[in-house]
């Protein structure tokens, strides 16, 4: 199976998804095909020897050939002949932050019936969206962090005590994140929040907490988890620790865990994915407090698809590739419009 990355994307993450799918060519052995999002809407097909950060930076990639969506892939325009792209049977939606984790590229490829592996609608408002996630996390039987939401026009009342930690509702990669260990530093950790989104989640800061981190997808009945990652921190995975998950193509070794803890952090993980994300690799980041398992985050495009967590991911996505979720097709018969009088118009002839 040969797939084609498209990255990019008008969002916060744009450059972390550019070195994702750098990251991806050197990892995925049948990746021959880019295309690149920019943050006017323009999409480009990237040459294989082009995806070099400087590229992007350097406006290199005006001089790449423009793409437009189609029925069933993406189109290159030619002077007296457009002809289909090709060489990928499946897009690997690797668009981070809004746009790529939001559902709007999900409803692109859905509207014009082009595979991908990656979140559906449903499953990226979800996960998008820090409180929807939440919510989710409670309506499955699984526990998370206490939260308050403060809008940017609100009062600035907060009922938790200090230390907390600022989170802007809808960006990841701990984009504009803050632990905030006391009052005289909330005013600028909300300042700086709202610089990203018009709403933040608050959520008390626990000390002593462990974090875990589980990937994987299911395919038919089969799953496919990776290794679980204990994630070296200095306080809270700030966004320049963050920053390097999505260049990491090395294998890490896997967290030495209680059994209990391990199966309940799959299980976790397997109810958290459930039949939403189907056709997506996801990742969940779980905290672990006294023994019991708190949903942090659902990760839907997580950084170079957490390919480091899996000792064959290549396996894990052709097998996903292979088994994508299928919309329902719909055709019209029109046999109730004919029936409708007042919409067949005005009547030609002498009305007999």
Request: proline letters at 4%; a negative charge.
């Amino acid at each position: 199976m040969k797939y084609a990355i498209l990255f990019g994307g008008a969002s916060f993450e744009h450059e972390i998804s550019i070195v994702s799918a750098i990251a991806l060519k050197k990892v995925l052995k049948n990746v021959e095909t880019f295309i690149f999002l920019d943050s006017e809407g323009e999409f480009y097909a990237i040459p294989p020897t082009s995806m070099k950060s400087t590229h992007f930076s350097d406006r290199g990639f005006k001089k790449d050939e423009k793409l437009t969506l189609s029925k069933g892939g993406f189109l290159k325009r030619g002077l007296f002949k457009s002809s289909m792209l090709e060489g990928f049977d499946v897009i690997l939606n690797l668009i981070h932050g809004a746009q790529g984790e939001d559902g709007t590229i999900a409803s692109l490829l859905d509207f014009y019936e082009i595979p991908y592996i990656g979140p559906r609608k449903e499953a990226s408002v979800i996960s998008f969206n820090k409180r929807f996630t939440k919510l989710y996390a409670d309506g499955i039987g699984i526990k998370s962090v206490e939260y308050e939401l403060l809008k940017i026009d609100s009062k600035r009342e907060i009922a938790f005590d200090f230390p907390l930690i600022v989170k802007p509702l809808r960006l990841g990669s701990s984009i504009g994140v803050s632990v905030v260990k006391q009052k005289s530093e909330l005013d600028f950790a909300l300042d700086v929040a709202f610089e990203f989104d018009d709403e933040v989640l608050i959520e008390p800061f626990i000390e002593g907490i462990e974090e875990y981190n589980v990937a994987g997808c299911r395919v038919g009945s089969e799953w496919y988890i990776g290794k679980i990652e204990a994630p070296k921190k200095d306080g809270y995975l700030d966004f320049e620790q963050k920053y390097m998950d999505f260049s990491r193509t090395q294998s890490v070794l896997e967290a030495q865990i209680d059994n209990r803890v391990q199966e309940e952090l799959i299980d976790s993980f397997k109810k958290v994915y459930a039949n939403l994300f189907e056709g997506a690799l996801v990742r969940c980041d779980f905290f672990v407090k006294d023994g019991e398992i708190l949903l942090n985050e659902i990760n839907p495009i997580p950084g170079s698809l957490a390919n480091y967590l899996f000792d064959d991911f290549q396996g894990a996505l052709d097998s996903l590739g292979t088994s994508l979720p299928k919309n329902r097709s719909i055709k019209p018969d029109y046999a109730y419009i004919g029936l409708v009088k007042s919409a067949k118009g005005p009547q030609t002839g002498n009305g007999r």
